[in-house]
């Protein structure tokens, strides 16, 4: 069996602090009413790069240009690929410096920066605790 393959992003404020949405409350989703990183699955002939650009694009509206947010690939790190019970994560992480209320999110409940303690405290959908302590922990060694 072929296992899905997605992606998600690290997005971090000036503050070091990073953005998480509340997930549907929907019975038919996993997760649901969860905190989470942002991300999405890839499409047939999709880079996980591309993928998460595209992702972020379709999910983060620019409420001043109308149009969606956008991530330079070229300013965007691979942190690391799980394979996790659910199929197998590529993790980006990357710089965003932007207010919560200049962004309509296209899907989920709610956006919010996280500190690293609030984080650390909030149970979050998919294992996102375990790789946000391995990103935390990944700029305490460095």
């Not at 993790?91 to 999110?105: G, P, R, S």
Request: aromatic share 8%; hydrophobic share 40%.
């Amino acid at each position: 069996m072929v296992k899905k393959e997605g992606t998600q992003i690290i997005l971090v404020n000036p503050h070091g602090q990073v953005l998480l949405y509340l997930r549907d409350d929907k019975p038919d989703i996993l997760y649901p009413n969860m905190w989470s990183l942002l991300g999405g699955m890839l499409e047939p002939g999709e880079t996980p790069l591309e993928c998460i650009v595209r992702e972020i694009a379709e999910e983060l509206i620019d409420n001043a240009n109308e149009i969606g947010f956008q991530l330079d690939p070229a300013k965007v790190t691979h942190l690391c690929t799980r394979d996790l019970d659910f199929g197998i994560e590529h993790t980006f992480t990357a710089a965003a410096d932007f207010d919560i209320e200049d962004v309509t999110l296209t899907e989920g409940q709610a956006l919010r920066w996280f500190s690293r303690d609030d984080a650390e405290r909030t149970p979050l959908a998919y294992g996102d605790n375990a790789i946000l302590e391995t990103y935390f922990g990944s700029l305490t060694s460095a």
